[in-house]
């Protein structure tokens, strides 16, 4: 018994001592599967200045009040938001847009979980902003100028401008991230901003042949212009399409409904982060803040392309 209980001890002993061995081990395995490489942290956190963007109009536009009282751990002190309010929205699309709202407040936390991140950048959510994108997409001013809170058509085309611009900024990143982990979070992240653009275009495409008023333009010609207007800003080619669009253009070449938007393949279109800032900076150049970011979006790759001095005309 006494050679037994030896024996038993012994064993006991021998697996302690493996264990401890192979604990180190097992944990730099761990760390190393978690290791992002630089490249892939820039490519992470660019995306955060169209999350912050989202997540305060989709708050405000829903509930009235947006990071700042809802999780303002995540600003990491950055500033207020310009111009954003409550919206006056029905129940149904308001019910959606509060959805969205905490859909982004998930992204900014599972961005910040793996990366550092940066502070929220000044946005300008003002009425006037969204105006003057439309009034650039018409070339021409719109009468009364346009108003994103107004209704509930009003919010849901100014919500046709956000999501798809961060959706093809991720399709452009995923080919270019390195480890496992940046690509299951990206791949995550395309997945919910896909829905959402999906949403809102099929809660558009419902009303295509409306007129919104007081313009008398339908809402199909809405979304045509303001792609065409991203197409222009990008400066690389069409990666934009509206709701309707010619037979020959939609999928197969035999549909003109287009509630997803894609390449002749019905593959979603990629973007680079510097067609991105053309577009959200509203001047079609990624070294001249404004628009949406009076004093431009942050992270490496943004501030990168600030650092250099804006070609003279």
Request: net charge neutral.
């Amino acid at each position: 018994m006494a050679g037994c209980g030896m024996s038993i001890r012994a064993i006991v002993v021998s697996f302690l001592v493996a264990l401890q061995l192979l604990t180190p081990c097992t944990a730099s395995v761990r760390r190393a599967d978690r290791l992002i490489p630089q490249s892939d942290v820039d490519l992470l956190e660019f995306p955060l200045n169209l999350e912050y963007l989202e997540a305060e109009f989709f708050l405000f536009g829903s509930v009235g009040y947006g990071l700042d009282k809802v999780a303002p751990y995540l600003t990491m002190g950055g500033p207020s938001p310009i111009g954003a309010k409550m919206a006056n929205l029905g129940p149904f699309i308001k019910d959606i847009i509060m959805q969205f709202a905490y859909q982004e407040v998930g992204h900014l936390r599972a961005i910040k979980n793996t990366v550092k991140g940066f502070p929220r950048p000044l946005l300008n959510l003002s009425s006037e902003s969204f105006g003057k994108v439309m009034d650039r997409a018409f070339d021409s001013k719109l009468k009364p100028p346009f108003d994103p809170y107004a209704n509930d058509l009003n919010f849901l085309l100014a919500s046709y401008i956000v999501p798809y611009v961060g959706l093809t900024g991720y399709v452009g990143a995923n080919p270019k991230l390195k480890s496992a982990a940046s690509k299951r979070l990206v791949a995550g992240l395309l997945g919910v901003e896909s829905g959402q653009d999906a949403v809102i275009r099929t809660l558009l495409y419902e009303r295509a042949a409306k007129r919104v008023e007081p313009y008398g333009v339908t809402v199909a010609e809405f979304t045509q212009r303001i792609s065409e207007l991203r197409n222009e800003l990008g400066r690389a080619g069409v990666k934009d399409e509206g709701i309707v669009v010619p037979k020959d253009k939609g999928a197969e070449g035999k549909v003109s409904g287009n509630v997803l938007a894609g390449n002749e393949y019905s593959i979603s279109y990629a973007r680079t982060p510097e067609e991105i800032l053309r577009i959200v900076y509203g001047g079609g150049n990624e070294r001249v803040p404004g628009g949406f970011y009076p004093k431009g979006a942050d992270g490496n790759i943004a501030k990168a392309n600030l650092a250099i001095m804006a070609p003279t005309e």
